[in-house]
C-alpha cells in the first residue's frame, strides 16, 4: 500500500507562519507529482500548490508569493510553506500523491493523507 502522514498544522494569528510536511512512505517506485489541497467549512476542496517530480511548481492564484512549495526526492516528503497568513485560509489541508509502485498488488495512482488543520486567527 501508499501512505500519506501530514503533520504541521495547528492555530496561528494572521499574519503568522506555519510549515506543513507530508511524507509517503509504502510500495513506491516514482512519484510523478505531490500537491496540497485544502477544504474550508461547506466548500470545496481545492488545490492551493503542486510540485511534479521534475520540480515545476504551480500555486492557486490566492497564496502565490505568501506560499512555497517544494520536496525533498531522497524522503519522498512534500513541504508547504505558508507565510502571511490570512483568516481566509482557513482549512483543513490535505496532501495529494500520484505514483507509480512496484508491486501488482498496490493500485498505482492518487493517493490521499488524511489531512491536518490549519487555523488562522483574525
Known amino acids: 500500500q501508499v501512505q500519506l502522514v501530514e503533520s504541521g498544522g495547528g492555530w496561528v494569528q494572521a499574519g503568522g507562519s506555519l510549515r506543513l510536511s507530508c511524507a509517503a512512505s509504502?510500495?513506491?517506485?516514482?512519484?510523478?507529482?505531490m500537491g496540497w489541497y485544502r477544504q474550508a467549512p461547506g466548500k470545496q476542496r481545492e488545490l492551493v500548490a503542486g510540485?511534479?517530480?521534475?520540480?515545476?511548481?504551480n500555486y492557486a492564484d490566492s497564496v502565490k508569493g505568501r506560499f512555497t512549495i517544494s520536496k525533498d526526492n531522497a524522503k519522498d516528503t512534500v513541504y508547504l510553506q505558508m507565510n502571511s497568513l490570512k483568516p481566509e485560509d482557513t482549512a483543513v489541508y490535505y496532501c495529494?500523491?500520484?505514483?507509480?509502485?512496484?508491486?501488482?498488488?498496490?493500485?498505482?495512482?492518487?493517493?490521499w493523507g488524511q489531512g491536518t488543520q490549519v487555523t488562522v486567527s483574525s
Open positions: 495529494n500523491a500520484d505514483v507509480q509502485v512496484y508491486s501488482p498488488y498496490v493500485r498505482a495512482g492518487s493517493y
Open positions: 510540485i511534479t517530480g521534475a520540480g515545476s511548481t
Open positions: 509504502g510500495s513506491i517506485f516514482k512519484i510523478n507529482a
